[in-house]
């Protein structure tokens, strides 16, 4: 089975653009959540999204916007982008449930914004 | 809110020999889940271990295994007979339980594991 997978890997832009990523969850799984990890620090939560639904939302500023489409797959959406806004981009997905507490992670999109 | 907190943002080990890193976190929450990932250059992030906070008994999984104290909230995770694959960046992570709809993870600014040959 495919694990998760985000599109695309890499990414350059530029100031005051805009950027869509995308993320495919495991085949089954309900649940996908992004986070921002900028170099040499842990992972940040943006959004979580179980069954198309807004779950969670992190401290970040309203330019971040995601959703999660009936297949479940979600887009991570970034407007005017700022240099600030350079990092690892790495997606998750979990099954749901009461006990199923693992999310597995995708190898991530890097944005380069110039 | 809570908070995580990796004290040694490196550290080295010789192949064969046992490492602790260690973590330390805030919460008021009673019912929670603790995780350590590795995270190899590659970037993927790779769940290496899980304890549920209600479980007295500390977690192992192969050559992995932590130190849990829920009074001290502290979460060591003791790696034996390190192996050069074992060199990655480690993750601390705390998840609040919420009955399974909520899956927001708070990490730790990580450790830095390098074994050498």
């Known amino acids: 089975d495919a694990g998760v997978t985000q599109s695309p890997t890499h990414l350059i832009k530029t100031r005051g653009q805009h950027v869509t990523l995308r993320c495919s969850p495991i085949?089954?799984?309900?649940?996908v959540s992004w986070y921002q990890q900028v170099l040499g620090q842990g992972p940040q939560f943006i959004f979580q999204y179980y069954e198309k639904e807004e779950r969670g939302r992190g401290n970040f500023p309203d330019r971040f916007s995601a959703r999660q489409f009936p297949n479940y797959s979600s887009e991570l959406n970034v407007n005017a982008l700022l240099l600030g806004d350079s990092a690892l981009y790495l997606c998750?997905?979990?099954?749901?449930?009461?006990?199923?507490?693992?999310?597995?992670f995708g190898q991530g999109t890097r944005l380069t914004v110039v | 809110a809570q908070t995580v907190t990796q004290s040694q943002p490196e550290m080295s080990v010789q192949e064969a020999e046992t490492v602790t890193l260690s973590c330390t976190y805030d919460t008021s929450e009673n019912n929670y889940y603790l995780f350590w990932y590795k995270q190899p250059p590659s970037r993927q992030m790779i769940l290496v271990i899980r304890q549920e906070a209600y479980k007295q008994q500390n977690a192992t999984e192969n050559r992995f295994s932590v130190n849990f104290q829920k009074a001290a909230k502290s979460f060591s995770l003791k790696i034996s007979d390190s192996q050069l694959g074992d060199t990655a960046m480690y993750f601390c992570a705390f998840m609040r339980s919420s009955g399974g709809s909520n899956y927001k993870l708070t990490f730790g600014k990580g450790t830095l594991l390098t074994v050498n040959p």
């Open positions: 085949s089954g799984h309900k649940s």
């Open positions: 998750a997905s979990s099954s749901g449930g009461t006990e199923n507490t693992e999310a597995f």
